[in-house]
Each structure stands twice: as structure tokens, then as C-alpha cells.
């Protein structure tokens, strides 16, 4: 039951601070959950990771995973609800406030600095992550063919993670 | 539910390179203040859209229907996973997805960096916030504090030459 409660609190902390959505939090949740919480160790959280992106829906499963691993279905339970509600709460009233925002200029200003913000928080949490869960050259160059995949042709994601699991049962990754 | 590979790239590819429901700079707008906010943007985007359409029943519809199939899938591999995980084969294949998994992301981000190049100098706010988050690994939080100033100056000298 203690560990619930402090998944949950835990968790909806992390989700009060955690800028720039699941992708850019990705290295502040190895840091919680493997560095300070030891709720898993770095293999399990990228493995976690490769389940969330393998599986349909959305990639903040990692951490629906990580509460199952903590506390079972109900610890998944728990920190999903923990990871997505301070952030609702806050992005509901920030969308009925930017609606209501009668001068433009504000408006666009306001969009136009979070755009940019939102690419380079993306970014850098990839180059980040990167550095965790590839462990080797090979493991680099399919990162890179898959965002030269992703940049230069509209194929469906599905295949690049068809791709990836097929480099990898062969032991070549 | 068809989300593979994280939703992200999959809600660029359907809502503006598919269906063109929202033009590629209206999705990156919304995607923006969703991640402004703290928290899973993708979350945020299905309040943002759900509670458009029909106020907080909409947004709490969305993320249950957001969440609720692929928690269920999810969990079902985490089983299958707690079982096979010592095998060398399953062991290579996650590891070639998550390469994938990185490549993915960084590649969206990159085509979302497209729109940036309207007004070059927003790609310092891109190049400060990628090296804070990316080379000197900062908390998100002061990340976000040290390149929105820059981010709001440069956000409103584009408003006005727009």
C-alpha cells in the first residue's frame, strides 16, 4: 500500500514539472524511477520503453508499465491517473483562456514561443534517451536510418518497428 | 489505438498528412500549448480536442478512450515479458525496436522543425533548448525557464511581422 501511495505521489509530482510531454520526459523518468525510486533497473526501463513503442497507443505507457511492475494492475492504475491528471487539469483552463484571448498578437505569441519550445524539448530529450538505451554502433545507425525513414518518406511507423525487431532477433543490434 | 510506435507521429501523419484537418504550423500551434504544460502532451491533446467538442465529459472521454485499449495491450506484453524476457531472441528484438523507438521521436521532431525555419531566428530557441535538455541533461523545469524568455521575445516579434 506504501508503495501505491508513493507511485501515485511520485508520479503526479513529476507530472506537475514534467515539461514537454512523454517524449521530452523520458530522461527525467529513467532519473526518477531507476536513479532515486529504484523501482527498476536501466535494462527493464528500456525494455519497458521498447514494449511502449512495439505496442499500439500512446508511449506514456512506459510508465503505466512501470506501476504495473511496481503494484501489479492497480499500480498501473494508479500511476497512469497520477501521470495525467495535474497536467489536464492545467491544459483545460490554459485552452479556455487562450480561446477566450481576444488580441492576436498575445495569442500567436504565446503559440509561437511553445512551438519552438516543444521542437527542441523533443529533440533533446532523443538525443538524451539515446545515450541510454543504445548500447551499440549498430543500435545508432538504425536510429538514424529510422529518422531518415521518418524525414524522408510518409511509410507507416509500424514498419520501422517491424524492421527493428527483425534486426534485433537476428543479433545484429 | 493504432497509435504504433508512440501517438505522436501517428497523430502528425493522420490529422495533417492524411486527413488535413489542421495545417501542419494550426497542429503544431495546438501540440505547443499541450507542451507547454507539463505532463504527456498526447493526454493534453485529447483534453484540448475532446473538451472542444463537448467541455470536460468530452476530455475525460478521450483520455479513457486514449487509454484504456492500449493500458490493457501494454500490460499483456509486460506479462509475456516477465516470462520471456531472459531470452537472447526477445532481449534483441527490444532492444532493435527502442533504437527504432529513439529514432522515431527525434525524426518527428525534426519534420516539426520544419515550421521553425519561417522565421530563422526561433532556431536558436530550438539549438538553446536542445543543448540544455539534450548535452547538459537540465531538469525540464529550468530548461523551460532559461529559453522562454527568448522563446516569448522572438514568439512575439514573428506575431507582429506576421
Redesign the interface.
Given at each position: 500500500m506504501s508503495a501505491l501511495i508513493s507511485l501515485f505521489l511520485k508520479l503526479s509530482a513529476f507530472s506537475a514539472i514534467a515539461f514537454g510531454g512523454i517524449n521530452a520526459l523520458l530522461p527525467a523518468l529513467y532519473d526518477l524511477s531507476v536513479n532515486q525510486e529504484h523501482w527498476l533497473n536501466t535494462q527493464t526501463f528500456a525494455d519497458f520503453f521498447a514494449i511502449a513503442q512495439a505496442a499500439p497507443g500512446p508511449n506514456l505507457m512506459t510508465v503505466t508499465l512501470i506501476g504495473w511492475h511496481v503494484g501489479g494492475i492497480i499500480g498501473a492504475v494508479v500511476a497512469s491517473i497520477a501521470i495525467c491528471w495535474p497536467s489536464s487539469i492545467m491544459v483545460y483552463f490554459l485552452q479556455g483562456y487562450l480561446n477566450k484571448l481576444r488580441n492576436q498578437i498575445t495569442k500567436q505569441t504565446i503559440q509561437f514561443a511553445a512551438s519552438a519550445l516543444a521542437v527542441g524539448l523533443v529533440l533533446g530529450s532523443a538525443w538524451d534517451i539515446s545515450q541510454q538505451i543504445n548500447h551499440s554502433l549498430a543500435a545508432f545507425a538504425l536510429t538514424l536510418l529510422a529518422i531518415a525513414v521518418v524525414i524522408l518518406t510518409r511509410w507507416h511507423p509500424l514498419y520501422l518497428i517491424v524492421i527493428g525487431a527483425i534486426l534485433g532477433l537476428l543479433g545484429l543490434i | 489505438?493504432?497509435?504504433?510506435?508512440?501517438?505522436?507521429?501517428?497523430a502528425r501523419?493522420t490529422v495533417v498528412?492524411q486527413e488535413r484537418w489542421l495545417s501542419s504550423e494550426e497542429f503544431?500551434?495546438m501540440?505547443?500549448?499541450?507542451?507547454?504544460?507539463?505532463?504527456?502532451?498526447?493526454?493534453?491533446l485529447a483534453?484540448?480536442i475532446g473538451?472542444?467538442f463537448a467541455g470536460?465529459p468530452g476530455?475525460l472521454a478521450s483520455?479513457l478512450g486514449?487509454?484504456l485499449?492500449?493500458?490493457v495491450?501494454?500490460?499483456l506484453?509486460?506479462m509475456l515479458?516477465e516470462h520471456y524476457?531472459y531470452l537472447?531472441?526477445v532481449?534483441?528484438?527490444?532492444?532493435?525496436?527502442?533504437?527504432?523507438?529513439?529514432?522515431?521521436?527525434?525524426?518527428?521532431?525534426?519534420?516539426?522543425?520544419r515550421?521553425?525555419f519561417s522565421?530563422p531566428p526561433?532556431l536558436l530557441?530550438?539549438?538553446?533548448?536542445?543543448?540544455?535538455?539534450?548535452?547538459f541533461?537540465l531538469?525540464?523545469?529550468w530548461?523551460?525557464l532559461i529559453?522562454?524568455p527568448l522563446?516569448?521575445f522572438?514568439?512575439?516579434k514573428?506575431?507582429?511581422q506576421?
Open positions: - | 489505438m493504432s497509435g504504433f510506435g508512440g501517438v505522436l507521429p501517428w501523419r498528412e503544431n500551434a501540440l505547443g500549448i499541450c507542451q507547454i504544460v507539463p505532463g504527456p502532451n498526447i493526454v493534453n483534453v484540448c473538451s472542444r470536460v476530455a483520455v486514449l487509454m485499449g492500449p493500458s495491450i501494454v500490460i506484453l509486460g515479458y524476457s537472447p531472441a532481449q534483441g528484438m527490444l532492444r532493435g525496436v527502442s533504437a527504432v523507438g529513439v529514432g522515431l521521436i527525434a525524426g518527428t521532431g525534426l519534420k516539426m522543425m515550421n521553425e522565421f526561433m530557441v530550438v539549438a538553446i533548448t536542445i543543448i540544455a535538455a539534450g548535452y541533461q531538469n525540464l523545469g530548461v523551460v529559453a522562454s522563446a516569448i522572438l514568439g512575439w514573428k506575431a507582429k506576421i
